[in-house]
Nanobody, 121 residues
């Protein structure tokens, strides 16, 4: 599975961005997809995950109620809609694929290259 994240950029606090993660590989649809982020000087943090069917989603406490994860199997793409952005959301965002949903990096075997999100105050 190969992953390509995109959609990052500079946005003012309170604004919105939608990240995309395009996946390739025959078995992409069988994987749990997740988003993590890493701010400068901090550890990588779990953001969100979605199961194969799209029927269950998971969110980190800091983004609950503001971010929404979804997947479009026809387009082989996972999205992260980010609303009400805050300066503390500034980070490099990574998409990942694994077999089990959860917030631990070790659950995800495949990683994209990351896309920068910067939220100005």
């Amino acid at each position: 599975v190969q992953l390509q994240a995109s959609g990052g950029g500079l946005v003012q606090a309170g604004g919105s961005l939608r990240l995309s993660c395009a996946a390739s590989g025959r078995t992409w649809g069988t994987y749990v997809m997740g988003w993590f982020r890493q701010a400068p000087g901090k550890e990588r943090e779990f953001v969100s995950a979605i199961v194969r069917s799209g029927g269950s989603t998971y969110y980190g406490d800091s983004v609950k109620g503001r971010f929404t994860i979804s997947r479009d199997k026809a387009k082989n793409t996972v999205y992260l809609q980010m609303n009400s952005l805050k300066p503390e959301d500034t980070a490099v965002y990574y998409c990942a694929a694994g077999r089990t949903p959860g917030g631990f990096e070790a659950l995800y075997a495949y990683w994209g290259q990351g896309t920068q999100v910067t939220v100005s105050s």
